[in-house]
């Protein structure tokens, strides 16, 4: 995905009142491989949100990223009411509330996905916890 793809994505989610408001910009990084995101991914503040575009294939290896704050988890599924459809999750150390909650959703079939991450303490109430 190129950045010119990026910055549309972006100014339409702006324009439709689903991202953050320019104060509160949020970063976009993408990772050409795992190590490049795992290190991208630990060096990100967690003061505010995140996006991250990588492959896909990473999720369903059960992989774990370890960062100075704790260890995520990638996970994967479909879900039973939404068929053609996989979510991702990177999944925050537990009781860390300064960490990522990762989340992402993507048609099945395609290589690369993003992944939204908002710091735990900003995460909706009713935010289904793993």
């Given at each position: 995905m190129t950045?010119?793809?990026l910055n549309a994505a972006c100014a339409?989610?702006?324009s439709l009142g689903l991202a953050?408001?320019?104060a509160a910009q949020?970063?976009?990084t993408q990772a050409k491989d795992f190590d490049a995101f795992s290190k991208a991914f630990c060096a990100a503040p967690r003061d505010g949100g995140h996006?991250?575009?990588l492959p896909v294939k990473y999720f369903g290896e059960g992989r774990t990223v370890d960062c100075s704050d704790g260890t995520y988890t990638l996970r994967?599924?479909?879900p039973s009411d939404d068929p053609g459809h996989i979510v991702m999750n990177v999944d925050p150390p537990s009781g860390v509330t300064s960490a990522f909650d990762c989340d992402g959703?993507?048609?099945i079939g395609l290589a690369m996905v993003a992944v939204n991450c908002i710091p735990v303490s900003s995460e909706a109430p009713?935010?289904?916890k793993t």
């Open positions: 950045s010119r793809y339409i989610a702006l953050a408001p320019a949020t970063a976009v996006i991250f575009v994967a599924s479909e959703k993507a048609d009713q935010h289904k």
